[in-house]
């Protein structure tokens, strides 16, 4: 599957927010946006004015960024989002974050979600149990998410679970950090997704 394999801080920089992309480092003075807070390039501090069509392409450029996905994976969550019953936008990004590694990323299973992912991938986050080593795995309210035998006790993860100890946990996840897992209580709303985006200009761009 192909994948972005440049400089993560670009991106941050090009989209003018900070996308969390390389865990603790987003939280301190190190933080590429902090030093640069323009977009790369030569023409990077040039001033553009954004028509309405970037500012939907920017949004969408963002929660894909966000989540770590590319463009056909966004596109089949956006149409799976249009079938669903409620509002689009709001739909799309509960479905972004029931996929296994937010998951994993917001039990603080990984100082980033791209951390997060790999722990999804070696096979160290179990759904029920058994182990799920593919990230965009949907989980459904219900299902118990945590970590395998191995994981709990290697001492990387270790150091990742007291580095991401004072993380909050979104309240549609129920965690015992005693045992290292967590219940789906039910699937994630806008006003428990703390993205600052509008996403009906994503709607308002596929819908052309």
């Not at 030569?42 to 954004?50: E, L």
């Not at 990004?93 to 590694?101: A, V």
Request: charged share 30%.
């Amino acid at each position: 599957m192909a994948r972005y394999t440049g400089a993560a801080c670009k991106l941050c920089r090009r989209e003018g927010q900070k996308l969390f992309l390389k865990g603790e480092r987003c939280y301190t003075k190190k933080c590429a946006l902090e030093r640069r807070a323009y977009a790369p390039g030569q023409h990077g501090q040039g001033r553009k004015k954004v028509s309405e069509y970037g500012k939907q392409l920017r949004t969408k450029q963002f929660a894909k960024r966000y989540y770590g996905v590319l463009e056909g994976q966004f596109r089949h969550y956006f149409e799976r989002a249009e079938k669903m019953s409620g509002v689009t936008g709001e739909n799309l990004l509960s479905i972004l974050e029931s996929r296994l590694d937010n998951v994993a990323y917001r039990l603080g299973f990984g100082t980033s979600r791209a951390q997060a992912r790999q722990m999804v991938l070696h096979g160290h986050v179990t759904v029920n149990g058994k182990k799920v080593n593919i990230p965009s795995y949907l989980v459904k309210p219900g299902q118990v998410i945590g970590l395998s035998e191995k994981a709990r006790g290697l001492g990387q993860v270790k150091a990742i679970l007291e580095s991401t100890a004072s993380r909050p946990t979104p309240k549609w996840l129920d965690l015992n950090k005693q045992a290292m897992e967590a219940k789906v209580t039910a699937m994630a709303t806008r006003e428990d997704i703390d993205l600052p985006i509008e996403e009906t200009l994503i709607v308002e761009l596929y819908s052309k």
